[in-house]
């Protein structure tokens, strides 16, 4: 089985060539010299400079950060809280509707909870602003912290943590000396992918922000819809620079980490 | 009492800002359009009572949506754009994640990576590519005339095969993750017994691989379906003004239009046509937890 027939070389080929090429593409041209985004006419850095001195994306990716940064962190608290009171909190009143209320933002189409948020925020006289868009995504984001974080709940041995209760941890010391740096890569992916889905978001961002407050996604759609720029390419080529680094990281990372556990176990058995 | 403080942080935290929004999205699809701020009307007042307020709804909203045939057009051509695109995902997914479960086992961790990197690279980004590869004088059309397949450029973008590439292009990864999970458990031995019990490979890929996948299918293709029923980016940058697809018209109807009474009906509406999905997808994901334990 571990010879490559030639039917899944060619369908691997493809399919790899055709989640790539566009993305090559808009990183080549983002190093063209000319206006004109599909006649290439040398090399040049000129719109990452231009890039630099726009001003108005500049204040938008500020925005982003600061919105990514807060959500996402708020998101990760809440999402914890709620996978551990998922597993571990037993029969309470209204768990299903609870766990609903987990899981129905996770296929919810964006139009919809944005739209929601932004009658809500008017509803309660709420001026649109960073604000609004920190609690939305926090709002989205803490299911997809509290589903990763609760799969890793549920793999892990509980007897562990009532062996702590045994021997004298309050709960909150079981929770935080063997639990959580159990969980702890499970919260840090959490952590990445609130961040990650807060500095994509479009749709839920124009809902809910207001005229004090552009991030950077409705920026780019704005720009976007006029037709293809330079200085968007050089932009994406930036951002896919920084996820890419981002993910070669954190995989060899974890390859590491695995490999070091291995290496413990291994040891452990010899002992 | 700390117990309850604990559960009591997250559900607070839902019900506000997760259940009491679609409470007004459906009280304001009852409502009726006013030239107003906010611009709907009746207002809840205290004053009047509850029984006043309940009277002033309707269901006029909903008529609408059912006489304009602008709405049902848009939510069936979102139904049709879903089951097309949702298919050619899979036909596009499938091979790749059958030749990544066949690969050697040490390539599998990197071509597992190199599946889940556009997922983390932004969404807008990766449908912005496809403007500059579809256009007129973009890179497909330049590359079709250079190697004589054409003499004309195609018009495609702005146009719903744009609206599909896109689709298929930025969901694939949802497709393939489930898929080759499904494949990489599949034991070996089953397809060599019915290669030897005299199947060709065809007919045991047909009987035994597509079977055993089955769960992976039906959830990348639902992972799929279910957001691109809603789906505003793709069809507002790729596609033309003929492409109508229900999340689109939603956007149009609050911020060109600004009837609010209409988009949130029309929000109601597309929450009720995905309820049966939604609930599809959960049963087939309880079968598979159920089969792995």
Same mark, same amino acid.
């Given at each position: 089985?571990?010879?490559?027939?030639?039917?899944?070389?060619?369908?691997?080929?493809?399919?790899?060539?055709?989640?790539?090429?566009?993305?090559?593409?808009?990183?080549?041209?983002?190093?063209?010299?000319?206006?004109?985004?599909?006649?290439?006419?040398?090399?040049?850095?000129?719109?990452?400079?231009?890039?630099?001195?726009?001003?108005?994306?500049?204040?938008?990716?500020?925005?982003?950060?600061?919105?990514?940064?807060?959500?996402?962190?708020?998101?990760?608290?809440?999402?914890?809280?709620?996978?551990?009171?998922?597993?571990?909190?037993?029969?309470?009143?209204?768990?299903?509707?609870?766990?609903?209320?987990?899981?129905?933002?996770?296929?919810?189409?964006?139009?919809?909870?944005?739209?929601?948020?932004?009658?809500?925020?008017?509803?309660?006289?709420?001026?649109?602003?960073?604000?609004?868009?920190?609690?939305?995504?926090?709002?989205?984001?803490?299911?997809?912290?509290?589903?990763?974080?609760?799969?890793?709940?549920?793999?892990?041995?509980?007897?562990?943590?009532?062996?702590?209760?045994?021997?004298?941890?309050?709960?909150?010391?079981?929770?935080?000396?063997?639990?959580?740096?159990?969980?702890?890569?499970?919260?840090?992916?959490?952590?990445?992918?609130?961040?990650?889905?807060?500095?994509?978001?479009?749709?839920?961002?124009?809902?809910?922000?207001?005229?004090?407050?552009?991030?950077?996604?409705?920026?780019?759609?704005?720009?976007?819809?006029?037709?293809?720029?330079? =200085?968007?390419?050089?932009?994406?080529?930036?951002?896919?620079?920084?996820?890419?680094?981002?993910?070669?990281?954190?995989?060899?990372?974890?390859?590491?980490?695995?490999?070091?556990?291995?290496? =413990?176990?291994?040891?452990?058995?010899?002992? | 009492?700390?117990?309850?403080?604990?559960?009591?942080?997250?559900?607070?935290?839902?019900?506000?800002?997760?259940?009491?929004?679609?409470?007004?999205?459906?009280?304001?699809?009852?409502?009726?359009?006013?030239?107003?701020?906010?611009?709907?009307?009746?207002?809840?007042?205290?004053?009047?009572?509850?029984?006043?307020?309940?009277?002033?709804?309707?269901?006029?909203?909903?008529?609408?949506?059912?006489?304009?045939?602008?709405?049902?057009?848009?939510?069936?051509?979102?139904?049709?754009?879903?089951?097309?695109?949702?298919?050619?995902?899979?036909?596009?997914?499938?091979?790749?994640?059958?030749?990544?479960?066949?690969?050697?086992?040490?390539?599998?961790?990197?071509?597992?990576?190199?599946?889940?990197?556009?997922?983390?690279?932004?969404?807008?980004?990766?449908?912005?590519?496809?403007?500059?590869?579809?256009?007129?004088?973009?890179?497909?059309?330049?590359?079709?005339?250079?190697?004589?397949?054409?003499?004309?450029?195609?018009?495609?973008?702005?146009?719903?095969?744009?609206?599909?590439?896109?689709?298929?292009?930025?969901?694939?990864?949802?497709?393939?993750?489930?898929?080759?999970?499904?494949?990489?458990?599949?034991?070996?031995?089953?397809?060599?017994?019915?290669?030897?019990?005299?199947?060709?490979?065809?007919?045991?890929?047909?009987?035994?691989?597509?079977?055993?996948?089955?769960?992976?299918?039906?959830?990348?293709?639902?992972?799929?379906?279910?957001?691109?029923?809603?789906?505003?980016?793709?069809?507002?940058?790729?596609?033309?003004?003929?492409?109508?697809?229900?999340?689109?018209?939603?956007?149009?109807?609050?911020?060109?239009?600004?009837?609010?009474?209409?988009?949130?009906?029309?929000?109601?509406?597309?929450?009720?046509?995905?309820?049966?999905?939604?609930?599809?997808?959960?049963?087939?994901?309880?079968?598979?937890?159920?089969?792995?334990?």
């Amino acid at each position: 089985m571990n010879r490559m027939s030639w039917f899944n070389a060619v369908s691997l080929t493809l399919g790899f060539a055709f989640l790539y090429i566009p993305m090559v593409i808009l990183v080549i041209f983002s190093f063209n010299e000319s206006k004109l985004v599909t006649v290439w006419a040398g090399f040049s850095t000129k719109w990452y400079g231009e890039l630099l001195q726009n001003e108005a994306f500049l204040n938008a990716a500020w925005v982003t950060i600061k919105v990514a940064v807060f959500s996402s962190t708020m998101a990760t608290v809440l999402g914890t809280i709620a996978a551990y009171v998922l597993v571990r909190g037993g029969r309470f009143m209204g768990r299903t509707l609870f766990s609903g209320m987990i899981y129905a933002p996770l296929v919810m189409p964006e139009v919809i909870t944005g739209l929601s948020l932004l009658l809500l925020f008017i509803g309660i006289g709420l001026d649109r602003g960073v604000f609004t868009i920190v609690l939305a995504h926090t709002t989205f984001a803490m299911c997809y912290v509290s589903v990763v974080v609760s799969s890793r709940l549920v793999t892990f041995d509980r007897s562990l943590e009532e062996a702590a209760l045994d021997l004298g941890c309050s709960p909150a010391e079981a929770f935080r000396l063997v639990t959580l740096p159990i969980i702890a890569p499970a919260v840090i992916s959490g952590w990445l992918l609130a961040f990650t889905l807060s500095l994509d978001d479009l749709v839920i961002a124009s809902f809910t922000s207001g005229p004090s407050a552009t991030t950077l996604p409705i920026k780019i759609f704005s720009a976007v819809r006029l037709g293809v720029s330079p =200085e968007i390419n050089a932009l994406s080529t930036i951002m896919i620079s920084i996820v890419t680094v981002g993910v070669i990281t954190a995989s060899l990372v974890t390859k590491h980490q695995v490999a070091r556990q291995k290496r =413990e176990e291994q040891a452990a058995e010899r002992a | 009492m700390r117990r309850f403080v604990l559960i009591a942080i997250p559900y607070v935290w839902l019900l506000a800002l997760f259940l009491v929004p679609f409470a007004i999205v459906l009280k304001i699809a009852l409502s009726d359009a006013a030239i107003a701020r906010p611009p709907y009307f009746p207002q809840f007042d205290w004053a009047e009572g509850i029984a006043a307020f309940i009277a002033e709804l309707d269901f006029e909203n909903f008529v609408w949506l059912t006489e304009d045939d602008l709405y049902w057009k848009a939510y069936l051509s979102s139904l049709k754009i879903a089951v097309i695109s949702t298919f050619f995902t899979l036909l596009a997914g499938y091979p790749i994640a059958y030749g990544m479960a066949r690969a050697p086992e040490e390539w599998r961790p990197t071509l597992m990576m190199l599946v889940i990197l556009p997922f983390w690279t932004s969404f807008l980004i990766r449908v912005y590519a496809w403007m500059g590869i579809l256009s007129n004088e973009g890179f497909l059309n330049q590359f079709l005339m250079w190697i004589g397949v054409i003499s004309e450029p195609l018009t495609i973008l702005n146009t719903n095969s744009a609206v599909y590439i896109g689709i298929v292009y930025t969901y694939l990864p949802f497709m393939i993750l489930p898929v080759y999970s499904a494949l990489e458990r599949l034991d070996g031995s089953l397809i060599e017994a019915a290669e030897d019990l005299g199947c060709s490979r065809l007919t045991a890929f047909w009987l035994v691989t597509i079977p055993l996948s089955k769960t992976g299918i039906i959830a990348g293709s639902f992972l799929v379906f279910i957001p691109v029923l809603g789906e505003f980016v793709i069809p507002s940058l790729l596609g033309g003004s003929d492409t109508l697809m229900i999340g689109k018209v939603l956007w149009e109807e609050f911020f060109s239009n600004r009837d609010w009474p209409v988009a949130s009906a029309v929000a109601v509406v597309l929450l009720l046509l995905l309820v049966i999905p939604i609930v599809l997808f959960q049963r087939n994901q309880q079968k598979q937890q159920e089969a792995e334990q």
